[in-house]
């Protein structure tokens, strides 16, 4: 196959800044998070397990929904509330931009 075989939709690089985090919640849940900002995702972030190799776009609206932390990173309510209290420190706020 040839490049001239896919049919792209997209294809784009930018410079992103990723933050790597190693921490042990309260309730001693260990945590592997990269957490990568890019212009992309509309002022949210991706953040990754790599542990578990699950990632998901998040911004603060996200830690508000219920089950959502819970959902992508297969974690218990407990787990999740710990985590989301991280997580409200260091996404920030979403700006919007063109």
Same mark, same amino acid.
Request: net charge positive; aromatic share 14%; charged share 25%.
């Given at each position: 196959m040839n490049m001239k075989d896919y049919d792209f939709l997209s294809d784009s690089t930018e410079q992103t800044t990723t933050r790597f985090v190693t921490f042990v919640t309260p309730s001693l849940k260990r945590f592997d998070l990269?957490? $990568?900002? !890019?212009?992309?995702?509309? =002022?949210?972030? $991706?953040? !990754?397990?790599?542990?578990? =190799?699950?990632?998901a776009v998040l911004g603060p609206d996200d830690l508000e929904e219920e089950g959502v932390l819970e959902s992508v990173f297969r974690i218990n309510e407990e787990e999740a509330a710990e985590l989301a209290q991280f997580l409200t420190l260091v996404l920030g706020a979403v700006n919007f931009t063109d």
């Open positions: 990269a957490i $990568l900002s !890019t212009n992309r995702f509309y =002022g949210k972030k $991706l953040v !990754t397990d790599m542990m578990f =190799g699950r990632s």
